[in-house]
């Protein structure tokens, strides 16, 4: 007896429609942070489950209670990529290319966590990456923001994300503020939620992005990071709101970010918009500035970010034309007809580029018509016997009404040239 297999829970299949945005947004963004000078690298999809434990933090969601964890045959406990950054920086770290260097890296791929699945938001999930490391200025800090708002121009959302800032300082000025917050929160540890008070004893920091309504309401009243920052901090973030302003790069200042995980520190932010429901977040990022030290590495400062293309796609897709759509469609009766059909189609790939279908197999006329009509196409091709005989074809515009021309073959290109530069 056969058995019907689907995909696991939370992965998903993309279908050309689909792909084809897909490969649409990695396009822009390959296009945009080449103008900046960050070079592509890849990451392998699977890492030692230490790198994450140990960069990540042991208290976040991510490794508490996200990641795909499992022992090869060696023993050796494995996990499937939840985030890109610490391999990013293995990767630098593991082959000599951050000290005393500056690197601007790019990467691309999925990443996998278990969560709950829903609009946006899969188990496996594509991202992308973009880190610069060896840098400490509140200068990188600006470039990659504004790199980041000219990516959204080129996919079109620009006015539909908001860019917002914060600033964790430094650890000092987190372990001081982790104090008030939680002297603070104590006071109402019979209202918190569950996820709340598991988070009090093993990453307060994390609270502040609770979306639970009544959580958030008592948040209101909690003390604010940026009260706590050290000075350096405060004039590191101070700079880079006057490059931003300069620049005419809009941003809200909002100090419940603290993202979610734990080697940020100094400069976090979040592109975020109210297109796609709860899931409002579609690129975040910040400072990692010890993160390197942490893997034996001499001190680098970094900054990046990552912004997920499922829900980037979510956005573009709308107001993107049907992606891979039908140019021509070769319609044709009788053998040689058929193999005229081949090699004019071949022509027309070569030398127009032109996406172009040619049907396969036997058909009547009409049932072919159908078929290039359906296909989106927006010519047909016609060869029949009286077009084979006269070294013809027959032209017709499906979706302009009554449109067709008979044109000769050594004419073809140019006429059809001429018809698709006018659209």
Known sequence: MAIKVKAVRGMRDLLPQKKAVFR??????????????????????????????????????IVEKEMYTFADRNGDSLTLRPEGTAGLVRLANENGLIFNQVQRFWYAGP??????????????????????????????????????????????????????????????????????????????????????????????????????????????????????????????????????????????????????????????????????????????????????????????????????????????EESRPKAGSVDIYMVSVGNQERTKALVLAERIRRELGLITLVHAGSGRLKAQMKKADMSGARAALIIGEQELACDQVTVRLLRVEGSQERVKEEQLVDYLRGIFDRE
């Not at 296009?31 to 994450?52: A, M, N, W």
């Not at 999930?125 to 400490?136: N, P, S, T």
């Not at 609270?207 to 940026?226: C, F, N």
């Not at 592109?271 to 990692?288: I, N």
């Open 24 to 61: 649409f947004v990695e396009d822009q963004v390959r296009s945009i942070v080449s103008q900046y000078g960050y070079l592509e690298v890849g990451l392998p999809v699977i890492e030692s489950t230490q790198l994450f434990s140990r960069l990540v933090g042991e208290g976040t969601d």
């Open 111 to 316: 990443m996998f966590r278990y969560e709950r699945p829903q609009k946006g938001r899969y188990r496996q999930f594509d991202q992308i990456g973009v880190e610069c490391l060896g840098m400490d200025g509140p200068d990188i800090d600006a470039e990659i923001l504004l790199m980041s708002a000219r990516i959204w121009e080129a996919l079109g959302i620009e006015d539909n994300v908001t860019l917002e800032l914060n600033s964790l300082g430094d650890v000092s000025s987190r372990q001081r503020y982790q104090v008030a917050l939680i002297g603070y929160l104590n006071d109402y540890r019979s209202e918190l939620d569950e996820d709340s008070l598991r988070r009090l004893s093993s990453n307060p920091l994390r609270i502040l992005d609770s979306k639970v309504p009544d959580t958030q309401r008592l948040l209101a009243g909690a003390p604010e990071l940026p009260e706590f920052l050290d000075e350096d901090s405060r004039q590191h973030f101070g700079r880079l709101c006057e490059i931003l302003d300069q620049a005419g790069l809009q941003y809200r200042i909002n100090p419940r970010i603290v993202r979610g995980l734990d080697y940020y520190n100094r400069t976090v932010f979040e592109w975020v918009t109210d297109t796609l429901g709860s899931q409002g977040t579609v690129c975040g990022g910040g400072r990692y500035d010890g993160l390197v030290e942490q893997l034996g590495g001499k001190p680098a400062s970094s900054v990046g970010f990552a912004m997920g293309l499922d829900r980037l796609v979510l956005m573009v």
